[in-house]
């Protein structure tokens, strides 16, 4: 799987810094080897991330904070560029981790939301997938981090 930016950006050296984890795609009969997701079904997307450093406290990441969870897919060729979901996912609930907070978001894909091939059409049904995690912040920049996932088919079985 191949990454776009490891770490999150702005990254601040044992003060606060943010890594990427895997995005995982669940879907039935979908697989490393086949990468098929049955366009007529849900699918969902699992995505992680971990935040560590001195800065990585109740004070700055407060209650009633949000990091902003979205999936996109881009088909190859002609064909959409998708936001597959957009969800937020509160600070406050996380696994502790050493000196930080890992957190996970599932986000389900509803059916018929990637179109298959179609020759007429000139659409691959083949996609890049991608996620961000965003961590708004009024005062400072954003805390922004970006995972490709894997290539996906949308193709019916």
Not at 85 to 93: F, G, K, N
């Amino acid at each position: 799987m191949a990454t776009v930016f490891k770490h999150f950006s702005p990254n601040f050296t044992g003060a606060l810094e943010g890594e990427m984890g895997d995005v995982d795609v669940t879907a039935p009969g979908f697989g490393p080897a086949t990468g098929i997701i049955d366009p007529t079904q849900p699918f969902t997307i699992t995505v992680s991330w971990t935040v560590t450093g001195a800065l990585v406290t109740p004070a700055n990441l407060p209650a009633g904070t949000d990091w902003e969870v979205s999936a996109f897919a881009e088909q190859y060729g002609p064909g959409p560029e998708v936001l597959l979901a957009a969800e937020t996912q509160d600070v406050t609930v996380f696994a502790v981790v050493p000196n930080g907070r890992k957190y996970s978001k599932v986000l389900t894909i509803s059916p018929g939301t990637l179109p298959e091939r179609d020759p007429v059409l000139k659409r691959s049904g083949i996609y890049k997938l991608a996620v961000t995690v965003v961590l708004p912040n009024p005062t400072q920049p954003d805390l922004v981090g970006v995972q490709e996932g894997p290539i996906i088919e949308a193709k019916r079985p």
